[in-house]
């Protein structure tokens, strides 16, 4: 069972950056490699929005609408980790941000597509 362990949260001022890190423990390298893997934030009161996700080969990547051009994402296959680098953040990019994986080959955007989730980290951007 592929358990993911995110880190990397905690309180930022707007215009400022974090990187977000995931590592995927009980997996092996060719497992991982072969997932995609996404980027999720649910803040208080509000669903969980997709952020950004990755190809298994780290070739492909996804962004949703709110964090374009403002966040990237990327994955060290060797080491069973995907990052997500957030900069210029906002206020409104307050959230707890969730990893997750997927089996199969396709970068998708639902949350119901995702077959394993972590425990999210916190994210606050103060003003």
């Known amino acids: 069972q592929v358990q993911l362990v995110e880190s990397g949260g905690g309180l930022v001022q707007a215009g400022g950056s974090l990187r977000l890190s995931c590592v995927a423990t009980?997996?092996?390298?060719?497992?991982?490699?072969?997932?995609?893997m996404g980027w999720f934030r649910q803040a208080p009161g509000k669903e969980r929005e997709f952020v950004a996700a990755?190809?298994?080969?780290?070739?492909?990547?996804y962004f949703g609408d709110s964090v374009k051009g403002r966040f990237t994402i990327s994955r060290d296959n060797a080491k069973n980790t995907v990052y997500l680098h957030m900069n210029s953040l906002t206020p409104e990019d307050t959230a707890v941000y969730y990893c997750?994986?997927?089996?199969?080959?396709?970068?998708?955007?639902?949350?119901?597509?995702?077959?394993?989730w972590g425990q999210g980290t916190q994210v606050s951007v103060s003003s």
């Open positions: 997750a994986g997927r089996h199969g080959d396709q970068l998708t955007n639902s949350v119901g597509t995702y077959d394993y």
């Open positions: 009980a997996a092996t390298v060719r497992t991982f490699r072969s997932s995609p």
């Open positions: 990755i190809s298994g080969s780290g070739g492909s990547t």
